[in-house]
């Protein structure tokens, strides 16, 4: 079993933890603009970014998770912005569900019945780490719900588990001075049983040892877009340069493959840890939307402060 993990224990909803919800929402677009613009910072995210609001948008709107009003707003968003750039499992899934089928059923019809393993219920999840950082129980459950809605296959549902749990406890870590990533690695080990991610959170260990040089880090772990090949590869990059948001993110899309995502799941986990303002000012201030990105993550604490301990 894992050791407890220093900063593992919930803290309350004060100002600092205000900065951080928004350092992870702001992290995350920051993270993708600066993936989808190969390092030439642009300030404009992508699909990541923008199904990750609307997962934000329906967690306040309904005070927690509810599957079928998730559904409908990501759709809703989607309708409006389908220039995003959206792969073809959500739009299937919208399709599916304007013809009726349920929303917990649909993402089971893509891919012969076996469902998406890829990374679009992970690049999303950071707002599930963020309200529900106090309960891995209900954490696990919502990260796995809102999963299911584009990603059936376990491979894609658990990607988005681990990647909620990393953001909660990047959220409660200590200072620099006594973070601990092989700590931090524990603990995400003791709340997995899939072997997949085990074996991939050892690579991880030993790429932590090794000093983590990009050719490596690719090979071992991956940089494309499945779950198990992204995932892993964020948090290695997160936890390689945890002292400095903009090392963590140059270094993550540095990495090449699918830098969008990597570099949105890179900065939701460095967000969290150094809160916004750990993100350097100049992308900060050109980042697409910053203000509502500023209020979704106030609405999100407040949220949390107002419902305490498991977040609804």
């Known amino acids: 079993m894992a050791k407890a993990f220093v900063g593992s224990n919930p803290t ?18 920051v993270g993708d603009a600066l993936g989808s613009s190969r390092g030439e ?13 609307g997962l934000a948008q329906s967690l306040v709107e ?12 990501f759709l809703r968003n989607y309708e409006r912005e389908p220039w995003r750039g959206y792969a ?20 089971r019809h893509l891919f012969g019945g076996r469902g998406s393993y ?19 129980v209900r954490l696990r459950e919502v990260a796995e719900a809102q999963s299911l809605l584009t990603h059936a296959h376990e491979l894609g549902r ?27 690695l524990e603990e995400l080990e003791g709340f997995t049983s899939h072997p997949v991610y085990l074996e991939k959170l050892g690579r991880v260990r030993r790429m932590l040892e090794e000093g983590g040089r990009r050719e490596r880090v690719v090979r071992e ?13 964020a948090l290695c990059s997160f936890l390689l340069h945890f002292g400095s948001f903009k090392e963590a993110l140059l270094y993550a899309v540095g990495l ?13 986990l460095s967000g969290a840890y150094h809160g916004e303002g750990g993100i350097p000012e100049e992308w900060r201030e050109r980042v697409e939307r910053r203000e509502e990105l500023e209020a979704l993550a106030d609405d999100l604490w407040r949220l949390k402060a107002q419902k305490g301990r498991g977040g609804g």
């Open 41 to 53: 910072f642009s300030g404009r995210w992508t699909d990541d970014t923008h199904m990750m609001m």
């Open 88 to 107: 073809h499992g959500p739009p299937t899934v919208f399709s599916l569900l304007r013809d009726g089928v349920p929303w917990n059923e649909a993402s």
């Open 158 to 184: 658990e990607g988005a588990v681990l990647q909620a749990r990393a953001v909660s406890l990047a959220l409660l870590a200590p200072p620099p001075s006594s973070f601990d990533p092989f700590d931090f």
């Open 256 to 268: 090449g493959g699918d830098t969008d995502t990597i570099g949105a799941m890179t900065g939701a």
């Open 221 to 233: 772990l991956g940089n494309g877009v499945e779950a198990h090949r992204s995932v892993p590869t």
């Open 62 to 73: 309904r005070g927690g998770f509810d599957g079928e009003h998730l559904a409908w707003t």
């Open 12 to 29: 309350p909803c004060t100002t600092k933890m205000r900065e951080k919800f928004k350092g992870c929402l702001l992290g995350t677009a």
């Open 118 to 136: 890829g990374n679009g219920a992970a690049m999303r999840v950071a707002p599930v780490g963020l309200l529900y950082h106090d309960d891995p």
